[in-house]
């Protein structure tokens, strides 16, 4: 049985019941299991393939050239606003603001603020940060 016609350039699972579909000029759409388009099709990019499990349901997306996340429902929760951020994961997402790295909740409020020259993804609580020295303490 069809789910879709072939409209789309590339499909991939996204969660058991749904599918991320990208068309050929860059636009991307949520799909239930059967073909319907959940929310508004978008233009940018979106990770292939998140596992829902480690990313609280919570999907990187690139706009324009900055990150931001949908939810498994399609549903665009934190506007792209970040240069570089990392997939959610316990409840924390690595984002950077004015090229300094940080951590955001589910709601985009900052919960570590952006002073960091790295942080590594979280493992439950907790996550290793990578402080630069400044060039006058050597």
Same mark, same amino acid.
């Given at each position: /049985?069809? #789910?879709?016609e072939?409209?789309?350039?590339?499909? /991939?699972?996204?969660?058991?019941?749904?599918? #991320?579909?990208?068309? /050929?000029?860059?636009?991307?759409?949520?799909l239930?299991? =059967?073909?319907?388009?959940k929310g508004?099709?978008?233009?940018?990019t979106?990770?292939?393939?998140?596992?829902? &499990?480690?990313?609280?349901?919570? +999907?990187?997306?690139?706009?324009d050239?900055?990150?931001?996340? +949908?939810? $498994? &429902?399609? $549903?665009?929760?934190?506007?792209?606003?970040?240069?570089? !951020?990392?997939?959610?994961a316990?409840?924390? !997402?690595?984002?950077?603001?004015?090229?300094?790295?940080?951590? +955001?909740?589910? =709601?985009?409020?900052?919960v570590?603020?952006?002073?960091?020259?790295?942080?590594?993804?979280?493992?439950?609580d907790t !996550? #290793?940060?990578?402080?630069?020295?400044?060039?006058s303490d050597?």
């Amino acid at each position: /049985h069809v #789910v879709s016609e072939p409209k789309w350039k590339d499909i /991939h699972p996204l969660t058991p019941n749904l599918i #991320v579909a990208f068309d /050929h000029d860059s636009t991307y759409a949520i799909l239930d299991r =059967n073909g319907n388009v959940k929310g508004t099709p978008r233009t940018g990019t979106i990770d292939r393939m998140p596992d829902p &499990a480690s990313t609280d349901g919570m +999907i990187r997306i690139r706009r324009d050239g900055l990150y931001g996340f +949908i939810d $498994t &429902a399609g $549903t665009e929760v934190i506007p792209p606003q970040f240069v570089d !951020a990392l997939p959610f994961a316990y409840g924390r !997402a690595v984002v950077m603001i004015d090229r300094r790295y940080g951590a +955001i909740n589910r =709601n985009g409020e900052i919960v570590i603020p952006p002073s960091y020259e790295f942080i590594y993804p979280f493992r439950d609580d907790t !996550a #290793v940060v990578v402080i630069r020295q400044d060039d006058s303490d050597r």
